[in-house]
C-alpha cells in the first residue's frame, strides 16, 4: 500500500520561505509516476502547485512558478517542496500525493499539514 | 487558467441519486478525456473516485460514475448513503502550459 507523510514546520514568518518534506513508502519513487503537491486554504478550495519525475523533470503552476521549488530524494524515497516570498495568501493546508501523468490525477495522497504564514 | 466552475452545493435523500457538473471549456474539459473526481470528508485528504472521465478505481463503488459532455463533466452518485456526504472536486489536464486545474467544489448533503 502506497503512504505519503507530509513534514515541515507548521509556522513561516512572512517573506520567508516554506520548505516541506513528503516521505513515501510502499513504493519506490524511482520505479516511475509522478509526484505532486497540492494545497487548500481554510475553508477553499484544492489548487495544484506542481509535480516532479523520479528524474527530476518538473511542472509547475504557472501562478507560482515564480516562487516554487520542488526536488526529489530517490535515496530517501523523498520529494519536497520550497515556497519562496509566502505571505498570508499562502496559509494552507499542503498536501502530497502520485500523481499519473497525462491522465492529470492524484490516486494517493497524504493526511496533509497545516502551515500558517504569520509573524 | 481559471477553476472550474461547480454548483456550491446539492443533495438528495437516502436512495436517491445526485449528479454534480463541472464546467470549463475546449482547453480544459472539452479537450481532453482526462477528468477526474476527488471526495473530500471534513478535515480528510481528497479520495480519488473518477479519473479519465469514467474509470472508477479499486474500491470505489459503482454508485460513483462520471460522464463528459462538451465543455462539461458530470459525477453521479446513485443510491445516496450517510457516508456519501461530503465536498466534490473535479479536476481536468488543461495542456502543456497550464497543466490542470480543480474545480470549485460542491457540498453535498445526504437529507
Known amino acids: 500500500q502506497v503512504q505519503l507523510q507530509e513534514s515541515g514546520p507548521g509556522l513561516v514568518k512572512p517573506s520567508e520561505t516554506l520548505s516541506l518534506t513528503c516521505a513515501v513508502s510502499g513504493y519506490s519513487i524511482s520505479s516511475g509516476y509522478y509526484w505532486g503537491w497540492i494545497r487548500q486554504p481554510p475553508g477553499k478550495g484544492l489548487e495544484w502547485i506542481g509535480s516532479i519525475y523520479h528524474s527530476g523533470s518538473t511542472y509547475y503552476n504557472p501562478s507560482l512558478k515564480s516562487r516554487v521549488t520542488i526536488s526529489v530524494d530517490t535515496s530517501k524515497n523523498q520529494f519536497s517542496l520550497k515556497l519562496s516570498s509566502v505571505t498570508a495568501a499562502d496559509t494552507a493546508v499542503y498536501y502530497c500525493a502520485r500523481f499519473t501523468m497525462p491522465q492529470y490525477y492524484f490516486d494517493y495522497w497524504g493526511q496533509g499539514t497545516l502551515v500558517t504564514v504569520s509573524s | 487558467q481559471s477553476a472550474l466552475t461547480q454548483p456550491p452545493s446539492a443533495s438528495g435523500s437516502p436512495g436517491q441519486s445526485v449528479t454534480i457538473s463541472c464546467t470549463g471549456t475546449?482547453?480544459?474539459?472539452?479537450?481532453?478525456?482526462?477528468v477526474s473526481w476527488y471526495q473530500q470528508h471534513p478535515g480528510k485528504a481528497p479520495k480519488l473516485m473518477i479519473y479519465?472521465?469514467?474509470k472508477r478505481p479499486s474500491g470505489v463503488p459503482d454508485r460513483f460514475s462520471g460522464s463528459k459532455s462538451g465543455n462539461t463533466a458530470s459525477l453521479t452518485v446513485s443510491g445516496l448513503q450517510a457516508e456519501d456526504e461530503a465536498d466534490y472536486y473535479c479536476?481536468?489536464?488543461?495542456?502543456?502550459?497550464?497543466?490542470?486545474?480543480f474545480g470549485t467544489g460542491t457540498k453535498v448533503t445526504v437529507l
Open positions: 475546449s482547453s480544459d474539459v472539452g479537450g481532453y478525456n482526462y
Open positions: 479519465e472521465v469514467s
Open positions: 479536476s481536468s489536464y488543461a495542456g502543456s502550459n497550464n497543466f490542470g486545474v
